[in-house]
Nanobody, 121 residues
Framework: QVQLVESGGGLVQAGGSLRLSCAAS????????MGWYRQAPGKQRELVAR???????DYADSVKGRFTISRDNAKNTVYLQMNSLKPEDTAVYYC???????????????WGQGTQVTVSS
């Protein structure tokens, strides 16, 4: 059993900041990568940022320079620091993990329950 527990969403004014956290727990041997995706009403889910076990990061063009993804390997936790938030950042943000279980099974795509981020203008 694996859980991804997200926290840190909420309502913020444009220009403000929020920090999302996602903690993975359960039968995990190794986390290969973790990331954040978002889905706005009427739109497809899209990648926001992703970080590998080696620390390589990828960002959506729309958040480069404003968002920073980081991870604490010892805690199996990934963070998303979101600065200079815009109304168009409003969405449900989902944590995603690519991990290997203690039974050496690779699970490349595992999702959290999502956390709402609302940016008012």
């Amino acid at each position: 059993q694996v859980q991804l527990v997200e926290s840190g969403g909420g309502l913020v004014q444009a220009g403000g900041s929020l920090r999302l956290s996602c903690a993975a727990s359960g039968s995990i041997l190794r986390i290969n990568a973790m990331g954040w995706y978002r889905q706005a009403p009427g739109k497809q889910r899209e990648l926001v940022a992703r970080i590998t076990s080696g620390g390589r990061t990828d960002y959506a063009d729309s958040v480069k320079g404003r968002f920073t993804i980081s991870r604490d390997n010892a805690k199996n936790t990934v963070y998303l620091q979101m600065n200079s938030l815009k109304p168009e950042d409003t969405a449900v943000y989902y944590c995603n993990a690519d991990f290997t279980t203690i039974f050496t099974t690779r699970v490349p795509d595992y999702w959290g329950q999502g956390t709402q981020v609302t940016v008012s203008s």
